[in-house]
């Protein structure tokens, strides 16, 4: 099972001739996951270590069947890269790009929700991996181990702390995603959440959070009526120092919420396990299963 | 990035946003040097910081004896820990009525936000509070435009002044258009006013979206304009994103989430961090070497805590960078590392070909903080 993706997802990968496009869809393909096709505008009929590049995502899902894609193009032509993918019924769309303005974020968010049945993953995300099917992303696969819990999270490299510790005590992945620090992600910890929860082989979620905005104080909520298997969580930030605020308006709209502590209060009352330190969700996660 | 008053309001001026004419002042002398307002004029505290107005920071000066006497008793003020460096001389107008109104976006509903009220000019926290219908908060959606209806319909709702109807809509389109094509994170503008010279919007709160520096010119001018400390300066230039803490505990990460675990996890043991330090996704050898250099520059470091979990960030990269930075030097203070991940063995291998008696190698994260802090005493 799995979620979002398994060894079946045929990829496409947007930016494949650049430095990291290239790097992380040989390493992809290299694991087992469908390279299929990649793109960049002008390469049309050219090849990168033989994965056929095409001009569009329509021309590469037309001939490839591809259903996912990799987006690794620059912050400036992300939007349009994401829009593209969505305009050709793309299934999935994974941004990793670091970098995009906001108010590209916010139009794409809605356009692709207004208008089209893709889903969007990113940006500024390592992407996601089911251990021993498919890595689309830039996680590092070493470290994950094919089992049952799935892993969702914020933050890219504390993601991999959070497998890593799982991977040490012999506990497997479902699935890994992150689902990125920006401020207007495409999914978001309650769809994730929900994709877990219907999954066959998923039996515990490990859910990563840290300070700023709600996303966790409202996945709490979630978890307290929608979630029946049990939750271990980790909120990075406890000691970072508060963000100075500027104006009222963001108070306002975010009240007293997006501490770390008012985060762990409130993932506490949804009777999650909050760990106090990201090497301790191993053991937390051995506990209760 | 958060701008200071003047700042927005040069904003204001690109979108030909209605505000007071206005002079800036750095030092006393520039208030001889072409200054052509007319009297009264407000001077008003350049601060980063609320409650300037409470604290002593904006005075009403009638005539040229006031002026002088007031810029010269609120330049270098010292407000909440602000140094009052710049003060903004603007020609007051009288008031009728002031309103509220921003633009931001909301992350949980992943729209812009309009806020607006007739009770401006006070604390809006305390309104939204205490009787939070006298604030209209309108949602809109960033695939779509801000149309006039939907001001309108606010502005009716804010019970607002009528007579005035045409032009508060004409401002308010307007500042929507600074939030979007300005690429703000927030257009905060309290006092929205009716005074006798029109409406025009008295104050600014701008913060700036950097993520779009690339499409606005204007970004790096006002960047350069805004203070920072040298520390933060340096690695600024450099390209890493660096915090200033009280601690003593250097800390070298890749990712904001496992950075900020990483102070978590040095305070766990004792210690505390002398900075936040993010190389980011990707980083090359030369951003590790230019991370070593700014954490050189801070007295306050005695020992070093290197936390790399590689992904798109490759350990072997990581090491080299290291190993550049410090090979044959004395170095200040002990250096603890933990590589994991994306060619984490060919990390660990070219750190050991190149050993440094104040480097160390730990296993996990845990080993790591509690080495680092016990280096520390």
């Known amino acids: 099972m799995a979620i979002l993706i398994d060894q079946n997802s045929k990829v496409v990968v947007q930016g494949i001739t650049g430095r990291e496009g290239q790097f992380h869809a040989l390493r992809n393909r290299d694991y087992g996951t469908n390279i299929v096709a990649g793109t960049?505008?002008?390469?049309?009929?050219?090849?990168?270590?033989?994965?056929?590049?095409?001009?569009?995502?329509?021309?590469?899902?037309?001939?490839?069947?591809?259903?996912?894609?990799?987006?690794?193009?620059?912050?400036?032509?992300?939007?349009?890269?994401?829009?593209?993918?969505?305009?050709?019924?793309?299934?999935?769309?994974?941004?990793?790009?670091?970098?995009?303005?906001?108010?590209?974020?916010?139009?794409?968010?809605?356009?692709?929700?207004?208008?089209?049945?893709?889903k969007l993953l990113g940006p500024n995300c390592p992407g996601l991996i089911s251990p021993g099917k498919s890595n689309v992303g830039i996680m590092p696969h070493e470290i994950t181990l094919p089992g049952n819990v799935g892993v969702v999270s914020r933050s890219g490299t504390l993601t991999y702390q959070a497998v890593h510790e799982l991977t040490q005590l012999d506990i497997g992945q479902s699935t890994c995603i992150g689902i990125g620090g920006?401020?207007?992600?495409?999914?978001?910890?309650?769809?994730v959440l929900k994709n877990f929860e219907e999954d066959k082989e998923t039996q515990a979620i490990v859910m990563i959070g840290e300070i700023g905005g709600t996303a966790e104080e409202e996945a709490a909520e979630y978890i307290k009526n929608n979630i029946t298997k049990p939750v271990v969580s980790y909120i990075a930030g406890?000691?970072?120092?508060?963000g100075k605020k500027m104006g009222h308006a963001g108070a306002i709209v975010s009240g007293n919420k997006g501490t770390a502590k008012a985060k762990m209060e409130a993932l506490e009352k949804a009777n999650v396990v909050v760990v106090s330190n990201p090497t301790k969700i191993g053991q937390a996660v051995k506990e209760i299963m | 990035m958060d701008l200071f008053e003047y700042q927005g309001k040069s904003l204001y001026a690109n979108y030909d946003i209605a505000h007071p004419n206005s002079f800036l002042v750095n030092k006393i002398e520039d208030l001889n040097d072409g200054f052509e307002l007319n009297y009264p004029v407000v001077v008003k505290a350049q601060v980063q910081v609320g409650g300037r107005g409470k604290a002593g920071g904006i005075k009403l000066a009638n005539n040229q004896d006031e002026l002088l006497l007031f810029s010269k008793e609120i330049l270098g003020m010292d407000i909440k820990g602000h140094l009052v460096e710049r003060i903004l001389i603007e020609e007051a107008s009288e008031i009728e009525e002031e309103y509220y109104l921003s633009f931001t976006l909301d992350?949980?509903?992943?729209?812009?936000?309009?806020?607006?009220?007739?009770?401006?000019?006070?604390?809006?926290?305390?309104?939204?509070?205490?009787?939070?219908?006298?604030?209209?908060?309108?949602?809109?959606?960033?695939?779509?435009?801000?149309?006039?209806?939907?001001?309108?319909?606010?502005?009716?709702?804010?019970r607002l002044n009528l007579n005035h109807k045409n032009d508060l809509t004409e401002i308010i389109k307007r500042l929507f258009n600074l939030f979007v094509a300005g690429?703000?994170?927030?257009?905060?503008?309290?006092?929205?006013?009716?005074?006798?010279?029109?409406?025009?919007?008295?104050?600014?709160?701008?913060?700036?979206?950097?993520?779009?520096?690339?499409?606005?010119?204007?970004?790096?001018?006002?960047?350069?304009?805004?203070?920072?400390?040298?520390?933060?300066?340096s690695a600024k230039e450099k390209g890493l994103n660096f915090i200033k803490l009280d601690g003593s505990v250097g800390i070298i990460g890749n990712g904001a989430g496992l950075v900020m675990s990483t102070l978590d996890v040095v305070a766990e043991y004792g210690g505390s961090a002398a900075n936040f330090l993010d190389i980011g996704g990707g980083a090359k050898?030369?951003?590790?070497?230019?991370?070593?250099?700014?954490?050189?520059?801070?007295?306050?470091?005695?020992?070093?805590?290197?936390?790399?979990?590689?992904?798109?960030?490759?350990?072997?990269?990581?090491?080299?960078?290291?190993?550049e930075a410090t090979k044959g030097k004395d170095l200040k203070w002990p250096i603890v590392i933990r590589l994991d991940g994306t060619n984490a063995n060919e990390g660990l291998q070219i750190l050991r070909e190149n050993p440094n008696e104040r480097i160390f190698i730990t296993e996990t994260m845990n080993q790591a903080a509690e080495l680092a802090v016990k280096g520390n005493n």
């Open chain 2, 183 to 233: 690429d703000c994170d927030l257009v905060e503008v309290n006092p929205l006013a009716i005074t006798s010279n029109g409406v025009m919007a008295l104050d600014s709160k701008v913060s700036l979206d950097m993520n779009a520096k690339y499409r606005h010119e204007e970004f790096e001018t006002i960047e350069n304009d805004i203070p920072i400390p040298p520390s933060e300066k």
């Open chain 2, 285 to 323: 050898a030369e951003t590790v070497s230019a991370a070593l250099e700014v954490l050189e520059t801070d007295e306050s470091v005695t020992s070093v805590f290197i936390n790399i979990f590689g992904g798109i960030t490759r350990c072997d990269l990581v090491a080299q960078g290291i190993v």
């Open chain 2, 107 to 158: 992350r949980s509903e992943k729209k812009y936000l309009m806020m607006l009220s007739a009770k401006g000019g006070m604390d809006i926290e305390a309104v939204a509070e205490e009787n939070p219908d006298d604030l209209t908060m309108v949602y809109i959606d960033p695939s779509e435009s801000l149309s006039e209806d939907v001001v309108t319909e606010a502005i009716v709702n804010s």
């Open chain 1, 238 to 242: 406890v000691t970072a120092p508060p």
């Open chain 1, 40 to 118: 960049r505008p002008g390469k049309g009929g050219e090849e990168v270590e033989s994965i056929p590049i095409f001009n569009t995502v329509k021309e590469a899902i037309d001939a490839t069947g591809a259903n996912v894609a990799l987006t690794f193009v620059p912050p400036a032509f992300a939007k349009d890269a994401v829009l593209e993918a969505a305009y050709a019924d793309c299934e999935l769309i994974v941004c990793i790009t670091e970098g995009i303005p906001a108010k590209d974020e916010a139009e794409m968010f809605n356009l692709i929700k207004n208008k089209t049945n893709s």
């Open chain 1, 182 to 191: 920006d401020p207007v992600p495409g999914m978001s910890f309650i769809d």
